[in-house]
């Protein structure tokens, strides 16, 4: 018995693991690299918030626009996080720790 042939639409397509990756050395970009700047300049950004040009603590900035950065930050930090150490799965574990029932023994005297 012979299957039918499937219309050119459903056939399975070759998937090319590098071509995205040629695609951004083609145009000289790399995200990783971006990232890093993008990181250092926020750094730079929260310690001229803090210190003035002569390294003396401001008496005043923004602590909501600090915060705002520092989440930034730590969405970078935890984004390239993952290109040098491989992703550990979080198992939580969890144990019945309900204590055990009462028991009332009745005896007739």
């Known amino acids: ?25 083609q145009l000289g970009f790399d995200p990783i690299q ?10 730079k950004e929260l310690n001229n918030m803090l210190y003035d040009e ?5 008496k ?6 600090y915060a705002a950065l520092l989440g ?5 930090s935890n984004d390239l996080m993952r290109y040098g150490y491989a992703r550990v799965t979080e198992v939580v574990e ?11 023994v009745l005896n007739k005297k």
């Open 1 to 25: 018995m012979q299957l039918p042939k499937l219309p050119d639409h459903l056939l399975p397509t070759v998937v090319e693991p590098n071509k995205s990756v040629d695609k951004l050395n």
């Open 34 to 43: 971006r990232l890093v700047i993008l990181h250092d300049n926020i750094d």
């Open 54 to 58: 002569d390294g003396e603590p401001r």
């Open 60 to 65: 005043k900035f923004s602590q909501v626009a």
């Open 72 to 76: 930034i930050q730590a969405k970078i």
């Open 94 to 104: 969890t144990r019945d720790v309900s204590p055990e029932p009462i028991r009332i």
